[in-house]
């Protein structure tokens, strides 16, 4: 798959706008996906998405090729988010779940009850995420919904090792202790 994302960037190096618009195509909902979890809005993920690939294609000559087309278009977009919620004014915790973070839950036989706590758990799973500084919930959404490994999260930041590392232990750190009530453990 990737031998074809390097034939397109060849040819939309050469001036190829269809090769440009077939690696946009491949790729623009993992982008997507990425910018969602990690501004927690579809209206700014868009946002992310038409600005990473922009970015992308006015950088395109510089593309070295050292790394794979998609680790370089994760880069973009990471940055990208990053960039979305340092600017972006904190929202209030009147953040509805529909717009907030995923969360799947198991709904096998789905009670009122188990209804009632799991949309508590994705309000506060949202509510816990955007209280994350954005380095930090860049960091944790790489790790722990892209499963990236650190050694990448730390390219994709521009941070050192042991501060990409720092960043996931600070959000999980974070996240545990708002999630605590809801698995019982103390505070």
């Not at 946009?24 to 700014?44: C, I, P, Q, W, Y």
């Not at 600017?87 to 995923?102: I, Y």
Request: glycine share 6%.
């Amino acid at each position: 798959m990737e031998g074809t994302d390097s034939a397109a960037v060849a040819r939309a190096r050469a001036g190829d706008r269809e090769a440009f618009q077939a690696l946009v195509e491949k790729h623009s909902r993992n982008v997507f996906r990425l910018a969602f979890r990690m501004t927690g809005s579809e209206e700014d993920a868009e946002d992310v998405v038409q600005e990473t690939f922009l970015k992308a294609y006015r950088s395109l000559q510089r593309f070295a090729g050292q790394a794979e087309f998609s680790t370089w278009i994760h880069r973009i977009a990471a940055n990208c988010a990053v960039d979305l919620l340092r600017r972006r004014v904190p929202r209030q915790a009147d953040l509805r779940t529909d717009e907030g973070e995923e969360v799947e839950l198991a709904a096998g036989g789905a009670g009122p009850e188990r209804m009632a706590l799991s949309a508590e758990v994705q309000d506060r799973v949202a509510r816990s995420l955007e209280r994350l500084t954005a380095m930090e919930r860049a960091a944790f959404v790489l790790r722990h919904f892209e499963g990236r490994p650190i050694a990448e999260i730390s390219r994709t930041l521009g941070v050192r090792t042991g501060a990409a590392k720092n960043c996931v232990f600070r959000a999980v750190a974070k996240l545990r202790q708002d999630l605590s009530p809801l698995v019982g453990e103390p505070r």
